[in-house]
């Protein structure tokens, strides 16, 4: 079933896998309330729900979560397949009393059925612990690495990880491409938000400079870190990232901070949305309908 916030993607995915549109009538509330109708019967199917919890992640959960209920009151099997997963930078209490949102959230995806989540890129693998079904993080990365790769001309180029949590993307990144990798030092005041960032050993002097992260969401990040980047002399400065969340006018601050370069991915649908997901998750998904024959 294609979700409302995954037309393209849940689209494309049915396509490339070979399998059929669930037949579902959609309509929204004039309150932006959603309503299904389901068109065939339910029971013994095997359903992909494809829905990407991206912003208005609230709204995107609640269309993922009547759906699903009301597919496995049916007697479906339901594996929820969430592009971007959203509320997954909160997998812990960074603070005293602070939630554990995404502990929530797999909870109440079990609660309405889902029996499997696939997701792309989850923000950390500390994540995965907090479901009690089987979830699995395919990565987009080598994607993005190809697409710079085939798409982008770069002389000398330096893959950027902006903070530490990037690292590792970003070693697969400059690995796949072949270029070598440097690492930024970030900093964000838990209260305000506030980052503060400190640029590494290696210098960037004439060089193109690729930043690789899982998600843009105000850009403050990668705004720091072109900052950082033009100071130090860089020639180019690419943006390439799995999820463009890009909320507001984030595109263009990070276009005037001096980034030549926006690249994403469809697991959010944005002007950015350059590279296909669906590959890499399709791939994935033909190995668990191999490993039930
Ligand atoms: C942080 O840990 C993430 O990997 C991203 O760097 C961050 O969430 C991006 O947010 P923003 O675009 O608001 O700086």
Do not use: W
């Amino acid at each position: 079933m294609v979700g409302p916030s995954s037309q393209e993607f849940g689209t494309k995915l049915a396509k490339r896998m070979g399998l059929p549109l669930l037949a579902v009538t959609t309509t929204e509330f004039p309150d932006g309330e959603i309503k299904y109708k389901f068109e065939e019967a339910l029971s013994g199917l095997e359903v992909l729900l494809v829905q990407s919890a991206y912003p208005p992640s609230d709204k995107h959960y609640m269309q993922l979560f009547l759906a699903s209920h009301h597919m496995s009151q049916e007697g479906a099997r339901v594996h929820a397949v969430i592009p971007y997963l959203g509320y997954a930078r909160q997998a812990k209490a960074f603070l005293p009393g602070e939630i554990v949102s995404l502990g929530i959230i797999a909870h109440l995806l079990r609660s309405v059925g889902v029996n499997r989540v696939s997701t792309v890129d989850m923000h950390s693998a500390e994540g995965l612990a907090l479901f009690s079904m089987p979830v699995y993080s395919v990565s987009a990365v080598p994607a993005l690495a190809q697409y710079v790769k085939t798409h982008v001309k770069l002389e000398d180029p330096v893959i950027v990880a902006p903070d530490a949590g990037s690292v590792k993307r970003t070693q697969a990144f400059a690995s796949l491409y072949g270029a070598k990798s440097i690492q930024f030092k970030k900093s964000r005041d838990r209260v305000t938000g506030r980052i503060k960032m400190e640029a590494g050993k290696v210098s960037v002097k004439g060089k193109d400079c690729v930043i690789v992260d899982d998600v843009i969401t105000t850009g403050g990040t990668v705004a720091a870190s072109t900052e950082l980047l033009r100071k130090s002399g860089a020639r180019k400065v690419v943006s390439a990232c799995v999820h463009a969340v890009l909320l507001g006018e984030t595109y263009d601050k990070l276009i005037k901070a001096g980034v030549d370069e926006i690249i994403g991915t469809n697991t959010v649908p944005s002007r950015v949305s350059k590279v296909d997901a669906t590959e890499p998750m399709a791939a994935y998904l033909r190995t668990i309908v191999a490993e039930k024959r």
